[in-house]
């Protein structure tokens, strides 16, 4: 990608997408798009073409989606599964009609099967049945990979898709209800902190085990990929003869949600104690990315979980001051 190349980055202001914008910004590219849900309605098909045909972008970064944690994927099924369907068809169609030159869809780690081998590699897919909780979500994700890889064998495209693990760090959603495990779970001993209570309660047994990547070693891997990676370098035929084309992002180790929380609870400094409600969802028992093909290619991430949780505590602070 040339320094002066037009970027649109959908969803540039969440938290996986500010950090892919500074990433960009960084590496010297001067010319990025990004627009708000009130600018642009990435549902709105006529409205995503409009944009593409008036800004022509000539690099595309797909970070949009509707989003939440456990409780929300269970609670707006429909919403998560609509929403996300046309955000990806809007932007990937509009990518091939407009002639953009390469094209990168962010996923996530729950496209791959409940119970499917650990670590996670990227043969799984569609190898058997996904984690209830957030099916909807999962199934929408996989769709976006599929129109990737169909865009590219009927069109020419390069449409390109990554698989993250857990994300966390600057610019998270640290929602009561809507939150993902880490964020929600700084909010929560902050707060249990400043009110002077004596213990936290935390759902589930704490056992599952999650990787979790901060979000500025994502963004360096997307910006990686965008500059030296394409449909051809990705795509591999798997064991049951299914084409492939998707690779993962994570970094490399996992944690259990045991010993997040005592983590967070050393970095936020709560004296209490933690109590756990098993009455509430577990969700995937263990989640851990294969991201062999990604180191192979020369990417590795450079923020281990103690700085990054850290660090996405001062973000908070500075947002909750």
């Not at 009609?97 to 099967?113: A, E, M, R, T, W």
């Not at 999650?210 to 798997?238: H, I």
């Not at 064991?239 to 997040?260: A, F």
Request: glycine residues 8%; contains cysteine; charged residues 20%.
């Amino acid at each position: 990608m040339n320094k002066d190349a037009k970027i649109y980055v959908a969803g540039h202001r969440g938290l996986v997408g500010s950090a892919i914008w500074r990433a960009l910004e960084s590496h010297g590219f001067i010319r990025l798009l990004g627009r708000s849900h009130a600018e642009l309605d990435l549902v709105n098909q006529a409205a995503v073409d409009r944009f593409f045909a008036e800004e022509r972008p000539e690099y595309v970064i797909i970070v949009a989606a509707k989003v939440g944690g456990i409780n929300a994927n269970n609670i707006y099924r429909a919403q998560f599964l609509y929403e996300n369907l046309m955000i990806e068809a809007n932007l990937m169609h509009a990518a091939y009609q407009h002639g953009v030159k390469k094209l990168l869809f962010l996923g996530s780690s729950c496209i791959y099967p409940r119970m499917a081998p650990q670590p996670l590699a990227e043969a799984s897919l569609l190898s058997g049945p996904l984690e209830p909780t957030n099916e909807p979500y999962a199934i929408a994700k996989i769709a976006g990979i599929r129109l990737c890889d169909a865009y590219n064998r009927q069109y020419g495209t390069d449409f390109i898709a990554a698989m993250p693990t857990n994300m966390y760090g600057p610019g998270d959603n640290y929602h009561p209800e809507n939150s993902h495990v880490l964020p929600a779970m700084i909010r929560r001993f902050h707060e249990a902190k400043a009110a002077g209570l004596d213990r936290v309660v935390c759902w589930g047994s704490g056992s599952p085990l999650r990787e979790f990547l901060y979000s500025d070693d994502l963004a360096e891997a997307c910006v990686f990929l965008m500059k030296n990676v394409s449909y051809n370098d990705l795509a591999f035929t798997d064991d049951s003869g299914t084409v492939q084309s998707h690779i993962n992002i994570g970094s490399g180790s996992e944690i259990s949600i045991r010993r997040l929380a005592e983590l967070v609870k050393e970095t936020v400094d709560f004296k209490g104690k933690i109590d756990w409600d098993s009455s509430k969802p577990d969700g995937t028992p263990r989640k851990l990315m294969d991201s062999s093909r990604l180191r192979n290619l020369g990417w590795a991430p450079a923020t281990d979980l103690q700085t990054g949780i850290a660090k996405a505590y001062a973000d908070f602070l500075s947002r909750n001051p």
